[in-house]
């Protein structure tokens, strides 16, 4: 029981602050109507009950499997079976990831179905899988991050120069979408199993971290390649028009329920197949120990398809309703402030930040503070979010103004700051870019690019999960810096006393 309320203590502060934004919109200068208020403060609810559950079953079912799979995979220390497991696990984990289907969901709406969801699914899940393959190959051989980064960012830009204008924002926005609740513990899991295969264990520490950060540029790829090679003419993209059909409020939640429970079932079965084929060859756990884990699948089952149906019955819908709102307004400061707190505090608020952040502090034994490092992040994706509003609403800038650029500084950075630093920031971009951003962030840039003639929702509506990955990566290697500065001052100091 203890365990629950810790969930739900993680989870209340990513949802609080957007239910009193949108309380207050509602009251004051967007008013959306009763009913949608309604549907989205259920909405909110289910979230809430949805996470909370999700986030225990990862805890006990999910996690626990990754863990048990990277010892497995540091048992074997055979190269061919490291990476048979990098494919194997990179496409069944990433197959579960909810921010993953509810960007893919996204596509589809805005596309009328020109963009499957399952097809964004699957080609990302195959570029994760990929990538996951590589990142235990970088470890194993002692590869330097920032070389792997280097080459996978060169195949990105020269893979960008042939991707249709559609499916650009929608890859750089994958990379960040993936990388969320399910992934991240796994793929980390596996990374230190994996790490475990090197006798140094400064080096195997290190090595730990960007693997997520790799893992992620799959997505990147995955949806390029797709974009170049299915050539789909010229796509057009719109919101779906707001439900104002006459009924009960919670008919759209209930249409949904049948749907997403269907959609959760065949996303979490890969994962408790590969459980059940390594519990009966290799795990061997007893009895209690199994029970545990499969009720920990079953919980995360029951949170997700809670989650999933309070995204898309009523929560998504008044982002993108507040967006358009505030776009359509004489003075556009409004749309891009309100843009900046959101970003504001769907970082500060996100779980993950919080350990990112602890983590850090306690391995530069707190030279570098949290609270430096979360108002570092607060104040970066702050001005992503408003950054990606300012694209939307003008027609000279494209969203690769901001990224390439980003990528470049990145990179470059990643060759003079301390090498932890380096897979810590990479790392960071889908910590960051957490459940709140893919759903109501996203919903709301959509929002705005539907309301604005110049822009369009399938090229300028997508690109705000990029800008908040991308914010992190910059952010926290400024600090790798500091550190380096501050460390190399100390040992001045020292040395003249």
């Known amino acids: 029981m203890n365990v629950l309320s810790d969930k739900l203590k993680e989870v209340l502060p990513a949802v609080l602050p957007i239910t009193v934004i949108v309380t207050i919109l509602n009251l004051t200068i967007t008013p959306f109507g009763t009913d949608l208020y309604i549907r989205f403060t259920v909405g909110a609810f289910l979230i809430v009950v949805g996470l909370t559950l999700f986030l225990l079953g990862v805890d006990i079912g999910i996690t626990q499997i990754g863990n048990l799979m990277g010892s497995s995979i540091a048992k074997t220390n055979r190269l061919p079976i490291v990476i048979a497991a990098g494919l194997v696990l990179g496409f069944v984990i990433s197959v579960a990831e909810p921010d993953l289907h509810i960007l893919a969901q996204q596509v589809k709406n805005v596309t009328a ?156 079965l890969p994962v408790v197949v590969i459980f059940a084929i390594f519990q009966k060859v290799s795990f061997r756990l007893s009895y209690s120990a199994t029970v545990r884990i499969v009720k920990g699948l079953a919980t995360a089952f029951v949170g997700l398809v809670l989650f999933l149906v309070g995204v898309y019955g009523g929560f998504m819908e008044v982002g993108s309703t507040i967006g358009r709102e505030l776009a359509l307004m004489e003075n556009r400061n409004y749309v891009i402030s309100i843009g900046f707190i959101l970003g504001l505090v769907t970082v500060l608020a996100e779980p993950a930040v919080y350990v990112l952040t602890h983590q850090i502090e306690n391995i530069t034994s707190g030279y570098v503070k949290r609270s430096l490092v979360m108002g570092t992040l607060g104040i970066g994706v702050g001005l992503a979010v408003a950054l990606s509003v300012v694209n939307i609403l003008s027609p000279r800038i494209d969203l690769w103004h901001f990224l390439l650029p980003g990528y470049i500084i990145s990179i470059a950075m990643s060759y003079y700051v301390p090498r932890l630093f380096v897979g810590i920031a990479f790392d960071s971009g889908g910590v960051a870019s957490g459940p709140m951003t893919a759903t109501f962030v996203l919903a709301f840039a959509q929002g705005v690019a539907d309301a604005v003639d110049t822009a369009s929702v399938l090229s300028d509506g997508f690109g705000v999960i990029a800008m908040v990955a991308l914010t992190p990566i910059i952010a926290l290697q400024l600090l790798g810096a500091a550190f380096m500065l501050k460390s190399k001052k100390r040992g001045l100091d020292s040395h003249a006393k």
Do not use: C, H, W
């Open 113 to 268: 179905g020109s963009i499957d969801k399952t097809d964004i699914v699957l080609v990302v899940s195959t570029g994760i899988a990929l990538m996951l393959a590589l990142g235990f190959i970088r470890i194993l051989y002692n590869i330097a991050a920032n070389k792997i980064f280097t080459a996978l960012y060169l195949i990105v830009f020269f893979l960008a120069y042939f991707t249709p204008e559609e499916f650009m924002a929608i890859a750089f926005d994958a990379s960040g979408a993936t990388t969320g609740a399910v992934t991240v513990p796994f793929i980390l899991a596996l990374a230190v199993g994996v790490s475990a295969l090197k006798k140094d264990s400064k080096a195997a520490e290190i090595d730990s971290f960007g693997m997520v950060g790799i893992a992620s540029v799959g997505a990147i790829v995955g949806v390029m390649s797709m974009g170049i090679l299915s050539n789909p003419g010229q796509l057009t993209g719109a919101l779906p028009s707001a439900d104002t059909r006459s009924g009960s409020i919670m008919d759209p939640f209930i249409e949904k329920l049948p749907i997403v429970s269907e959609e959760v079932f065949f996303a979490l």
